[in-house]
């Protein structure tokens, strides 16, 4: 069989010097290969792609961008509008004199005083936990004892060393980790995700998966979405159950395939506090 192939290419060529057989093998060897690429773009399907290109297209035209450009100016303005106040001034430049420190307390005050929605009640969904006053006071009174300290130098500061390795330990044993179970103390909510989303990200690479995917429901932080562009995952996201308004099991399942590497659950998600069927998610399949 091979040989027929090779007798035939041979006849079928014949009249074509080799060079000129060799450099079309190649031009169309790699045009094949971009048109391949293209098609099966990993992060965005064609459908997506050719979607995106057809609203970027029509955005462009001259009548729509206009009224586009007269939205978003309208929608920053009312930010702006939002975020500042009437006594803003603003200091640009580094001061070229020192500032008195009652100045600077008063200064902060008048900062503090901006905010007139009441945080601390701890009625607002993703921003700030306060359940205990005496804890935050006790937390502040211990804070400036350690604020110098740099925990990249553990051999100088070995009580912040130990701190960090008991609050880890802690967390492990919340999780009942098993013996080779390990820790990490990070610095933020997006460092934790982004971290947790590399790290199965890099186990599906050692396992052969060229181009993993995450899957999470819309609820989900948008730390995720950042974190998995950083590290080129596609992201597939699915709606929440509209009875129970956590996410959808369902639609989840309907989305594993050989390139999952992570299923992410919420607990509690970002717009409502809720918490995700984490054991319905965790064995589905
Ligand atoms: C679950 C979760 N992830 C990420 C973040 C972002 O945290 P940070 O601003 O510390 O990066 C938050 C913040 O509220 C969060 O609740």
């Known amino acids: 069989m091979p040989e027929m192939i090779r007798d035939r290419v041979n006849e079928v060529l014949e009249e074509n010097d080799s060079s000129s057989v060799i450099l079309s093998t190649a031009l169309s060897s790699y045009a094949i290969w971009k048109l391949y690429t293209w098609v099966y773009h990993h992060e965005l399907s064609l459908s997506q792609r050719l979607r995106l290109g057809f609203f970027e297209f029509v955005k462009s035209l001259p009548i729509i961008s206009g009224k586009v450009k007269e939205q978003v100016d309208a929608e920053k303005a009312e930010m702006a509008k939002n975020l500042t106040t009437a006594a803003d001034k603003w200091i640009s430049q580094i001061p070229a004199d020192e500032m008195k420190d009652e100045d600077l307390i008063k200064l902060m005050k008048e900062y503090i005083d901006y905010d007139k929605i009441d945080w601390r009640g ?24 350690f604020m110098l300290q740099n925990p990249l130098h553990a051999d100088l500061h070995k009580g ?43 186990r599906a690479h050692s396992r052969g998966i060229r181009w993993p995917e995450v899957i999470m429901c819309r609820t989900a932080h948008s730390s995720i979405d950042k974190a998995c562009h950083y590290f080129r995952i596609k992201l597939i996201k699915v709606d929440y159950d509209y009875s129970s308004w956590t996410a959808n099991v369902k639609q989840m399942a309907a989305q594993i395939n050989r390139n999952t590497c992570l299923i992410i659950a919420s607990a509690p998600d970002y717009p409502h506090g809720l ?8 064995t589905s399949q």
């Open 122 to 145: 701890g009625r607002l969904s993703g921003t700030t936990f306060e359940s205990n006053a005496e804890i935050t006071k006790l937390c502040a009174l211990i804070y400036p004892q």
């Open 275 to 282: 918490i995700d069927d984490i054991q319905a998610i965790s």
């Open 160 to 202: 912040l060393r130990k701190i960090e390795a008991e609050a880890l330990s802690q967390v492990l044993n919340l999780y009942n980790a098993p013996k080779t179970g390990c820790a990490l103390m990070t610095g933020g909510g997006s460092e934790s995700l982004g971290l947790a989303v590399l790290a199965a990200r890099n």
